[in-house]
């Protein structure tokens, strides 16, 4: 599964900034969504011919897609930064036992969800034995430098809320998190970055059966914060799924909202031809989720976090 996000620098300058790619947003390795070698090479072909600074990697497992090794040495052969959204888990899969040599070696920025430090609460949401998967994960990742403070291998941490409350304070929370590992663990991380929940998949089936989801998208539209719009990430990025469609971010390409800046669906074959600076962004309700509190994107926090994962 291979879905790629590449991020623009700023659409109101045309500069661009990242592509995000490689499978579906919901994709795994046991699903069926997976980036064919046509639509992949027609990523690097779009890598090599728009300016992009940032290939963002994601999916359910992205580093299962059999291109995937080629896509990032292309990437980084044309000096873009790559950052990889890693499960963890996936580096102890069989035959992927040189994978973290690989991201090391190709100098790959990590970003892997940690919902939580404590075991039970992790295994209550990912699955029994999963937490110490992840542990084995990141300290496979320490020794090969990654999490190491002003090293080159940036190891990003996720935390999203387990249930239907806001993130607390991403400042706050990574300290927690940075004790806890350390002195538990012996683990190291350079950033944690605190999501909201999207109200959508079983998140939004769970707020559907407890008879909060309009709840949740009231308090989520109260805790609206102006500041926020500045940084929201549909204004730097492009989403890209399995199939070379494009979206304004990865939240609209789980549902369904294809990049508004086009009439009708916006392929990768039509980028080069896109007019972005000032193009409209396909917006909905589901938008104050990045816009809520401190405001959330795919690099965390908004608020006191302008320059995002990248
Ligand atoms: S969900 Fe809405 S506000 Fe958030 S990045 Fe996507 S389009 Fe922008």
Redesign the pocket.
């Known amino acids: 599964m291979l879905t790629v996000a590449a991020r623009q620098r700023q659409r109101q300058t045309g500069g661009l900034e990242l592509l995000q790619v490689l499978g579906g947003v919901a994709a795994g390795p046991n699903r069926p969504e997976v980036m064919d070698r046509p639509t992949l090479e027609r990523v690097m072909t779009t890598l090599e011919r728009l300016p992009f600074e940032t290939l963002d990697l994601t999916g359910g497992a992205p580093e299962l897609n059999p291109g995937f090794r080629d896509l990032v040495r292309h990437a980084r052969a044309l000096g873009l930064r790559v950052l990889d959204r890693c499960n963890l888990t996936v580096l102890a899969e069989p035959g992927q036992e040189d994978l973290a040599d690989f991201l090391a070696a190709q100098g790959c920025a990590l970003i892997a969800s940690l919902p939580c430090y404590r075991a039970d609460n992790f295994d209550a949401q990912r699955g029994r034995g999963v937490f110490d998967a992840s542990l084995t994960g990141l300290r496979r990742l320490n020794a090969l430098g990654y999490g190491a403070p002003g090293g080159g291998l940036l190891l990003d941490l996720i935390y999203n809320p387990q249930g239907s409350e806001l993130p607390p304070s991403q400042t706050a929370l990574e300290a927690d998190y940075r004790r806890v590992l350390l002195a538990e663990h012996g683990i190291r991380f350079n950033r944690l970055l605190t999501l909201a929940n999207l109200p959508i998949g079983r998140f939004g089936s769970a707020l559907l059966s407890t008879g909060d989801f309009h709840g949740y998208l009231d308090r989520l539209r109260a805790a609206h914060r102006m500041e926020n719009l500045a940084a929201?990430?549909?204004r730097e990025l492009i989403s890209v799924d399995w199939q070379g469609w494009l979206y304004?971010?990865d939240?609209?390409q789980q549902l369904g909202l294809p990049l508004a800046a086009h009439a009708g669906r916006a392929h990768l074959r039509d980028l080069p031809g896109l007019i972005l600076e000032g193009a409209p962004?396909?917006?909905a309700d589901?938008?104050y989720?990045?816009?809520a509190g401190q405001g959330s994107?795919c690099g965390g926090a908004l608020i006191g976090n302008r320059s995002g994962a990248a």
């Open positions: 929201v990430m549909c304004d971010c939240f609209n962004i396909a917006v589901h938008c989720v990045c816009t994107s």
